[in-house]
């Protein structure tokens, strides 16, 4: 298993543990909106960040392969 499979798995994590996290799942709010919307929504783009840099990393790993 390559180092750039293990990055999207942080922001993963923390959606799937979410509903157990009990800052997170409770009745206040965070910028106006029930904190698991904003939670939610942050890791949503996190997860997005992570899956870019995981596959321009794969993509560098397969050049660095060719070039071999």
Do not use: K
Not at 1 to 18: C, D, G, S
């Amino acid at each position: 298993m390559r180092p750039y499979h293990v990055i999207p798995v942080v922001p993963a994590l923390a959606l799937v543990f979410m509903p157990f996290l009990p800052f997170v799942n409770t009745d206040s709010l965070w910028l106006g909106l029930p904190r698991m919307m904003v939670w939610g929504g942050a890791w949503c783009v996190g997860l997005t960040v992570a899956l870019l840099a995981a596959e321009s990393l794969m993509a560098r790993d397969a050049t660095d392969e060719e070039r071999q």
